[in-house]
């Protein structure tokens, strides 16, 4: 069974940092990209990041309006992605969602229950 | 970026009703769009991709269908456990993109 678990949210000072935890099981995690998906309160989803996997040298995108703030990472021993984001701002308030897709599929399908991230003083 | 404009934000309807909601792509995204069901304490659930194709193991009363950049999901004889809200993703470039979303609630 896949199994997608985010965790590593709380509440944050603006100008903080945080590391987001998607640990996977159930799926031979060499085989997808594993992405961030945000959802700010009462708002709709907005692609945060991808990284490949070891065959495409685990290259990584990122949406633009977060680029230069926001690192992800992973560790295939592990089956588990990382999303960091630095400089948070109260507007980083969301849900964060980690979902995995192919290089042939840009679909998700399938998605983590989410994370919630505060950014509050 | 593709901007995806979804219709209507909100939509009412009975149990046993069809009902459809509309994604339009800004520029051409081929036949690559999904559609995500989305409910309080649960996973988001893909229903749709490609346009047209059903995800395994999701009812037939769902169904896509696209006309150039036009995109509808359609949900006949409505059930009791399809209320919610309802997102679609372009997936031909990035960034991802999504629509905004429709509620789809109990009239």
């Known amino acids: 069974e896949v199994q997608i678990l985010e965790t590593g949210g709380g509440l944050v000072k603006p100008g903080g940092s945080l590391r987001l935890s998607c640990a996977t099981s159930?799926?031979?995690?060499?085989?997808?990209?594993i992405n961030w998906v945000r959802q700010a309160p009462g708002k709709g989803l907005e692609w945060v990041g991808q990284?490949?996997?070891?065959?495409?040298?685990?290259?990584?995108y990122y949406a633009e309006s977060l680029e230069g703030r926001v690192t992800i990472t992973r560790d295939d021993s592990k089956s588990t992605v990382f999303l960091q984001v630095n400089n948070l701002r109260t507007e980083d308030t969301a849900i964060y969602y980690c979902?995995?897709?192919?290089?042939?599929?840009?679909?998700?399908?399938?998605w983590g229950q989410g994370v919630m991230v505060t950014v509050s003083s | 970026d593709v901007q995806m404009t979804q219709s209507p934000y909100n939509l009412a309807a009975s149990p046993g009703e069809s009902v459809s909601i509309n994604c339009k792509a800004s520029?051409?995204?081929?036949?690559?769009l999904a559609w995500y069901q989305q409910k309080p304490g649960k996973a988001n659930k893909l229903l749709i991709y490609?346009?047209?194709t059903l995800q395994s193991g999701i009812p037939s009363r769902f169904s896509g269908s696209r006309s150039g950049t036009d995109f509808t999901l359609t949900i006949s004889s409505l059930e009791p456990e399809d209320f919610g809200l309802y997102y679609c993703?372009?997936?031909?470039?990035?960034?991802?993109?999504f629509g905004a979303g429709t509620k789809l609630e109990l009239k």
């Open positions: 159930g799926f031979n995690f060499n085989d997808y990209f």
């Open positions: 520029k051409s995204i081929s036949k690559y």
């Open positions: 979902t995995r897709n192919t290089y042939v599929f840009h679909f998700f399908d399938y």
């Open positions: 993703q372009q997936h031909n470039e990035y960034p991802y993109t």
């Open positions: 990284i490949r996997h070891r065959y495409y040298d685990h290259a990584t």
């Open positions: 490609d346009g047209s």
